[in-house]
């Protein structure tokens, strides 16, 4: 079993739809979750981050996290065009010393399509 | 501008045949990393640097190696490349605090890797 399961999608939405993107993972010492965009050609890059439980609204995006059901979300409300691309979760357990210095942790990944 | 420098973006070589991908960053991050991108499996790290002189293996490491001989620069070797080594591989960066690497880390575009 991975650590990590991202919904493989892909997902096509028309312009204005609100997109639901989500993971679950099976390590209890994951602290940290991120929600990376990756563009055609282009490294990821970090969108969201947030720490244990709760809500963070950033704009269109809003990540949620619940870690007693080992479960996280990433929304995106009025979706655009230019949204299009692969979104990745990723999760860190932050162990100082050992073997995870920070090492992140993706899910497989879930191409989003807009459509105008 | 801050960046994660990969070269070369694309090669194709054959079994066997030596090759070094180049990361370098202007950021003076500590931590470095590199991940290797594969469809359905997300990005796995295949090593990681804490600072000069210091490297570990992550998730996959077998048939790679690093060197970490200047803070900048984070070289990925493949002495002897197999084609289950054709991938897009991503160097990474980022500040570190306590052996612990922060978020956000910083990706390159990436260098897709044809191996034959």
């Known amino acids: 079993q991975k650590e990590v399961e991202q919904d493989p999608g892909p997902l096509s939405v028309p312009e204005g739809a609100i997109v639901s993107l989500n993971c679950t993972y099976s390590?209890?010492?994951?602290?940290?979750f991120m929600w990376y965009r990756q563009y055609s050609r282009k490294g990821p890059e970090l969108l969201m981050y947030?720490?244990?439980?709760g809500n963070k609204e950033d704009g269109r995006f809003t990540a949620q996290v619940d870690k007693s059901s080992k479960y996280i979300s990433l929304f995106i409300r009025d979706s655009q065009p230019s949204d299009s691309a692969t979104y990745l979760c990723?999760?860190?357990?932050?162990?100082?010393?050992?073997?995870?210095?920070?090492?992140?942790?993706f899910g497989q990944g879930t191409i989003l399509t807009v459509h105008p | 501008e801050a960046q994660v420098t990969q070269n070369p973006r694309y090669l194709i070589t054959v079994t066997g045949k030596k090759l070094t991908v180049t990361c370098s960053q202007n950021?003076?991050?500590?931590?470095m990393s590199w991940y290797r991108q594969d469809p359905g499996l997300g990005l796995r790290q295949i090593y990681y640097?804490?600072?000069?002189?210091?490297?570990d293996k992550g998730d996959v490491p077998e048939g790679y190696k690093v060197s970490r001989k200047e803070k900048r620069n984070f070289p990925l070797i493949l002495e002897s490349p197999s084609p289950n080594q054709t991938s897009l591989y991503f160097c990474?960066?980022?500040?570190?605090?306590?052996?612990?690497?922060?978020?956000?880390?910083?990706f390159g575009d990436g260098t897709r890797l044809s191996i034959l």
């Open positions: 390590n209890s010492a994951f602290q940290y």
């Open positions: 950021m003076n991050h500590e931590y």
């Open positions: 990723a999760m860190s357990s932050a162990i100082a010393g050992g073997t995870s210095y920070g090492k992140l942790t």
């Open positions: 947030t720490y244990s439980s």
């Open positions: 990474a960066s980022s500040t570190s605090h306590r052996g612990v690497s922060n978020q956000p880390q910083h």
């Open positions: 640097s804490m600072n000069v002189e210091v490297t």
